[in-house]
């Protein structure tokens, strides 16, 4: 007699097969390194919020928001690629591509550029 499969997220769990661990875990790894990535774009709209760069409140504002809704589009990002990756794996599908990466160079690029146009002001 099997025990039934209690894991969650069912939708990814409960279709196909277990793959090989080692490709579970690097999906895990891969999960984690882009929530790092949400934290580190996190403490950098709260270290653009809290420290005077000597520019408008409006511009350090929206350099501050620009920064936390890239972490929430990073995470999000990454627990979609998670999901979408295990379950490929379990089905034997090919795996899926992520626009996510490219969205978050975009978004890193524009708030760089933001930051050389403030550093050459100041």
């Given at each position: 007699?099997?025990?039934p499969?209690?894991?969650?997220?069912?939708?990814?769990?409960?279709?196909?097969?277990?793959?090989?661990?080692?490709?579970?875990?690097?999906?895990?790894?891969?999960?984690?390194?882009?929530?790092?990535?949400?934290?580190?774009?996190?403490?950098?709209?709260?270290?653009?919020?809290?420290?005077?760069?000597?520019?408008?409140?409006?511009?350090?504002?929206?350099?501050?928001?620009?920064?936390?809704?890239?972490?929430?589009g990073?995470?999000?990002?990454?627990?979609?690629?998670?999901?979408?990756?295990?379950?490929?794996?379990?089905?034997?599908?090919?795996?899926?591509?992520?626009?996510?990466?490219?969205?978050?160079?975009?978004?890193?690029?524009?708030?760089?550029?933001?930051?050389?146009?403030?550093?050459?002001?100041?």
């Amino acid at each position: 007699m099997t025990t039934p499969d209690r894991r969650w997220p069912r939708r990814v769990y409960g279709a196909g097969t277990d793959p090989d661990p080692r490709f579970s875990l690097a999906n895990e790894r891969t999960f984690l390194a882009w929530v790092r990535t949400s934290l580190a774009l996190l403490a950098g709209a709260a270290a653009v919020h809290v420290v005077d760069l000597g520019v408008r409140d409006v511009v350090a504002a929206t350099l501050s928001v620009l920064l936390a809704v890239a972490a929430l589009g990073c995470v999000a990002g990454a627990w979609s690629g998670w999901v979408r990756t295990e379950r490929a794996m379990r089905t034997s599908a090919p795996l899926p591509s992520n626009v996510a990466g490219a969205v978050l160079a975009v978004v890193v690029a524009l708030a760089a550029v933001a930051m050389l146009v403030i550093g050459a002001r100041g």
